[in-house]
């Protein structure tokens, strides 16, 4: 059921405040997704390259996806590591990776 909705980020855009300290902001889009978890092979797949692979998002429209490349769900960052078109044509699947952020920011 595509009733749950995510974020998908554009890559940050470097701004400075008048002290000159640097202020990053994205462009958001809301979107109605169906989460998955990972297929097995998906997963060794990725982890032979390094990768961790965690969620599965569904798009309902692939025109909502714009090469994206970070995607918020449940208050969870992720880098989108994989866009796949599924058999039905107007849909597409990121294959997303939780995105580990330094402490303090």
């Known amino acids: 059921m595509y009733d749950n909705i995510a974020v998908l980020m554009?890559?940050?855009v470097a701004s400075y405040d008048a002290y000159g300290n640097e202020?990053?902001?994205y462009t958001e889009n809301e979107?109605?997704?169906n989460p998955r978890g990972v297929y097995q092979s998906?997963?060794?797949?990725?982890?032979q390259l390094g990768l961790q692979?965690?969620?599965t998002l569904e798009?309902?429209?692939r025109a909502d996806y714009n090469g994206e490349k970070l995607?918020?769900?449940e208050d969870e960052l992720y880098n989108v590591i994989r866009a796949d078109w599924t058999a039905q044509r107007d849909k597409i699947?990121?294959?997303c990776e939780k995105r580990v952020e330094p402490d303090g920011d």
């Open 93 to 95: 699947s990121l294959v």
């Open 71 to 73: 995607v918020r769900f």
């Open 59 to 61: 798009l309902t429209n």
């Open 23 to 25: 202020e990053l902001t």
């Open 10 to 12: 554009s890559e940050p």
């Open 42 to 47: 998906e997963f060794y797949n990725a982890a």
């Open 53 to 55: 692979p965690s969620i």
């Open 31 to 33: 979107i109605y997704v």
